[in-house]
């Protein structure tokens, strides 16, 4: 071989080697990308079906209810427009309460129930992750123009 095709050749095994290697990082970081979405994503089939993906909102006022077992916990994530009901078996962060903001990672079964494998409570009043901060936002604005809609029939003076 001339040296002009061994160097042909080794970049030729260089690049192989190098798209091996780039879709082995990728097919890893495919399975293990979490996802975050909204109660309203969620309500609209935006989440994924069949994955596992991280909700986040507020635990609504008066939904905690604690099973017999003591580890199994149902409650309720909203985002102040629409809400999702979560079961959660484990043992809850201490800062988990009602009117708190919370993060479940799990997924959503047939009947619009998200079970959750992980719960995480937001510590500090001050953040929320931008994505969540600009999701509430964009619930507030849905419902504020839910509520402010034409009305069907028009008023006569």
């Given at each position: 071989?001339?040296?002009?095709?061994?160097?042909?050749?080794?970049?030729?095994?260089?690049?192989?080697?190098?798209?091996?290697?780039?879709?082995?990082?990728?097919?890893?970081l495919?399975?293990?990308?979490?996802?975050?979405?909204?109660?309203?994503?969620?309500?609209?089939?935006?989440a994924?079906?069949?994955?596992?993906?991280?909700?986040?909102?507020?635990?609504?006022?008066?939904?905690?209810?604690?099973?017999e077992?003591?580890?199994?916990?149902?409650?309720?994530?909203?985002?102040?427009?629409?809400?999702?009901?979560?079961?959660?078996?484990?043992?809850?962060?201490?800062?988990f309460k009602?009117?708190?903001?919370?993060?479940?990672?799990?997924?959503?079964?047939?009947?619009?129930l998200?079970?959750?494998?992980?719960?995480?409570?937001?510590?500090?009043?001050?953040?929320?992750?931008?994505?969540?901060?600009?999701?509430?936002?964009?619930?507030?604005e849905?419902?504020?123009?839910?509520?402010?809609?034409?009305?069907?029939?028009?008023?006569?003076?």
């Open positions: 071989m001339k040296p002009r095709q061994k160097r042909f050749l080794f970049i030729v095994v260089g690049l192989a080697a190098l798209s091996l290697a780039v879709g082995l990082v990728l097919n890893a495919k399975g293990n990308v979490n996802l975050y979405f909204t109660p309203t994503q969620v309500f609209n089939n935006e994924p079906q069949g994955r596992s993906f991280r909700i986040g909102g507020l635990v609504e006022e008066g939904s905690i209810k604690r099973q077992n003591g580890l199994t916990v149902n409650f309720v994530i909203t985002d102040t427009h629409r809400s999702i009901p979560v079961v959660f078996t484990g043992i809850l962060p201490d800062l009602e009117g708190k903001g919370v993060v479940a990672q799990g997924s959503v079964d047939a009947n619009g998200m079970r959750a494998d992980e719960v995480l409570a937001k510590h500090d009043e001050n953040y929320m992750p931008p994505e969540a901060a600009d999701a509430m936002k964009k619930a507030e849905a419902k504020a123009a839910a509520n402010t809609a034409e009305p069907a029939v028009p008023v006569v003076k």
